[in-house]
């Protein structure tokens, strides 16, 4: 059948699944998805305007695919919420995109409780199950109003991970609910996603990609396989049951699938996957590689931000460039020397894409400015340089540098190195305080199960690294921790890191 819209789907086929839980195999059809999600937004247009905001508090499940349809199907902006934030966290979004009514689920119920505890601003607080404190239960039925569906749009925050986030805020469409967007017609142009398509998201859905590309997945026809959280092993199996089609993932989910056993890699048929597309962190050419000669030439790759830009590559085209994240169309990508003039191939700089959609950051109109050069440009701080194709690569973030006697040093380049060494789960590679040279480089890493830290296997790393990068470049000194403070994104919360380590001030080690 063809691709016919996520409600001419439901209209025409109700018992097709729109998304299924990936873990027990639970499914939400489209006709059930179509029904609900209209319930919860005829209650939403009784008491909200067009363009309102409405904060989704959810777990990855089934649930999340209502709530954030009944937004999108009637004029709402919906804001994703990380419910692994602390309450001051959430409560801080919830307040600064001026939220009127805040979904969530009993399971999130003392997180829920006090982040709206003395708002006053909401005119709802629902819940996607029993009812607890403020938080009423869905109506199981409702007349529907004789207003005509409009498209709303998500309305994400950054992460967080260099500061306070930001709401990413864009201006309303006019088109009718469940039109493709520029997003979703790339999905089906240049991924095949459609009616046959069944797309595995991992990740979590209050992240820009794993929400976008599931909903878009619907848009077009297909089913979308959600699972609660990421389980190396649970995902291959999942593989295999649902026959996943195209499937999203991060670096950090590709390292801890290539650390299973062989024998438990090669236990699940994987041989239905079309595309196995990865983004929001720079991938280590060593992982990606192993990945390629895992699953062949099915690896995609595409980088750019939830404010905008997007470039792509295959895996041929990766393995004629390793390490670049692909190429822009129409030269929609720039890269910028201080002076803000465009620098030649291979000269490293700041990133810029050409801005198709505009956007504002939600009550911080310094921050926007920052971001946007000549207001078609915007920049997400990351360093890179353009080939003479006009290929990107990418260095690192701007924020994460490291500046050693004047020295630039890039973190993303050692992490490279390090991660796929046996003895290592998880790294971060930060700058501290040194009292001659401003900064020294040191590495935060977690041991694989089993391996016992010690000052000698410190040195073993350190002389790991120092045969594959210049000396100046390589840990001065790594601690052994039990966690990295991670996103469920992948990224790392690297201010965080900085502010332990941020009054670690010694001389410089030989």
């Known amino acids: 059948m063809p691709s016919e819209g996520i409600f001419a789907t439901a209209r025409k086929h109700p018992a097709k699944p729109s998304a299924i839980l990936g873990t027990s195999g639970e499914i939400l059809t489209y006709g059930e998805l179509d029904t609900r999600s209209s319930i919860l937004a005829d209650l939403l247009h009784t008491r909200l305007d067009e363009g309102d905001r409405v904060a989704i508090l959810l777990e990855n499940g089934l649930e999340y695919a209502v709530a954030a349809w009944a937004a999108r199907r009637s004029g709402l902006r919906y804001v994703p919420i990380n419910w692994h934030l602390q309450p001051a966290e959430t409560a801080y979004i919830i307040r600064n995109c001026d939220s009127r009514a805040v979904i969530a689920s009993p399971g999130l119920r003392d997180l829920a409780t006090a982040s709206v505890t003395g708002f006053e601003g909401l005119e709802l607080c629902l819940s996607m199950g029993e009812p607890f404190g403020r938080f009423q239960a869905l109506p199981a039925a409702s007349s529907r109003s004789s207003r005509a ?34 997003g979703e017609v790339l999905m089906r142009d240049s991924y095949g996603i459609g009616v046959e398509a069944v797309f595995l998201s991992p990740g979590p859905l209050y992240h820009a990609a794993p929400l976008a590309w599931a909903m878009g997945t619907q848009v077009l026809g297909g089913t979308s396989v959600i699972m609660p959280s990421f389980d190396a092993e649970a995902v291959l199996a999942a593989i295999e049951r649902f026959r996943v089609t195209h499937a999203l993932f991060v ?30 962190a720079p991938c280590p050419p060593e992982v990606k590689r192993r990945m390629i000669e895992w699953l062949g030439p099915v690896i995609e790759e595409f980088y750019g931000a939830s404010e905008g830009g997007f470039i792509r590559v295959s895996t041929a085209q990766w393995l004629e460039r390793p390490g670049t994240v692909g190429q822009a169309a129409n030269g929609s990508v720039r890269v910028l020397g201080d002076d803000y003039k465009d620098l030649p191939p291979r000269e490293t700089g700041l990133v810029y894409f050409r801005l198709d959609v505009p956007f504002e950051y939600h009550n911080e109109a310094r921050k926007t400015r920052e971001a946007i050069l000549d207001a078609d440009w915007f920049t997400a701080g990351d360093i890179g340089y353009l080939d003479e194709d006009g290929f990107l690569f990418l260095v690192d973030r701007k924020s994460n540098m490291i500046i050693s006697g004047g020295v630039n040093i890039y973190p993303q380049e050692i992490e490279n190195v390090l991660t796929m060494h046996e003895v290592i789960a998880d790294l971060a590679v930060i700058g501290v305080p040194n009292e001659e040279f401003g900064e020294e480089v040191k590495a935060i890493v977690v041991l694989a199960k089993g391996v016992v830290p010690a000052d000698d296997l410190a040195d073993v790393l350190i002389t790991f690294c120092r045969e594959r990068l210049a000396h100046f470049k390589c840990p001065r000194s ?18 965080e890191l900085s502010s332990r380590y941020a009054n670690e001030s010694r001389p410089l080690r030989n």
């Open 478 to 495: 790594i601690e052994f921790v039990t966690e990295i403070p991670r996103l469920p994104s992948g990224k790392v919360r690297k201010h």
């Open 251 to 280: 670096p950090t989910h590709f390292v801890r699938m290539l650390k299973l056993p062989e024998a438990v890699r090669r236990r699940y048929d994987l041989s239905s996957l079309k595309a196995v597309i990865h983004a929001a």
């Open 149 to 182: 569906d409009r498209e709303g749009a998500a309305m994400f925050y950054s992460s967080g991970t260099t500061g306070a986030p930001k709401g990413i805020m864009r201006a309303l469409g006019s088109q009718p609910a469940g039109t493709p967007g520029p």
